[in-house]
């Protein structure tokens, strides 16, 4: 008997057998999710089935891409001309500061630079908004700074290709976020 059990070890697996053991394991986990699904409640079971397909329908759908009523038409004129300063008052006794940022250069810098007071760069930085924070300063942005005359910041505007960013103006120890110089 040892022998018949061992000539059918040494036989081939036929092509039905190898699919049956390599299919074995999903059909387990198949047979497994079924029983399971038995013990789910009736209600639960139609809630499923009618929830489902409506799940994947919405998923699935991309509502048309809504046509203009009317043509676009138009005309919209910008100037090309340079760059041209705009005026910002400058308290008795103060400066105009503007410096076009480079590759590197920080707020925090520049307040080295002009010998600014860091307690300024604190509340500057209390002041921003988070949208749009001055830690995120890019070159080529042009900053404008107005010193007063006892050295302390005044104004602060960041420009980018000459579209206002932001722009703060001292309010006693403090500085406010202002849409106008």
């Keep these: 008997m040892s022998k018949r059990k061992t000539m059918k070890r040494n036989q081939p697996q036929s092509l039905l057998s190898k699919i049956n053991a390599i299919t074995l394991p999903a059909r387990k986990g198949i047979g497994r999710g079924l029983r399971a699904w038995q013990r789910v409640p009736t209600l639960h079971k139609l809630g499923l089935l009618l929830l489902t397909p409506l799940w994947l329908g919405l998923l699935a759908w991309q509502p048309a891409a809504k046509t203009p009523e009317a043509q676009i038409s138009g005309r919209l004129t910008l100037s090309v001309a340079a760059n041209e300063t705009r005026e910002i008052p400058v308290p008795n006794g103060g400066q105009r500061l503007d410096h076009t940022l480079t590759q590197g250069e920080t707020l925090a810098a520049l307040f080295r630079q002009w010998q ?66």
Excluded: C, W
């Design 116 to 181: 600014l007071p860091s307690r300024d760069l604190i509340a500057l930085i209390r002041a921003e908004p988070s949208y749009q924070p001055l830690s995120n300063l890019k070159a080529g942005q042009d900053i404008t700074a107005v010193i007063n005359a006892k050295g302390e910041l005044h104004y602060l505007e960041v420009n980018d290709h000459g579209r206002l960013l932001n722009a703060f103006r001292r309010m006693g120890q403090e500085f406010s976020l202002v849409t106008t110089p």
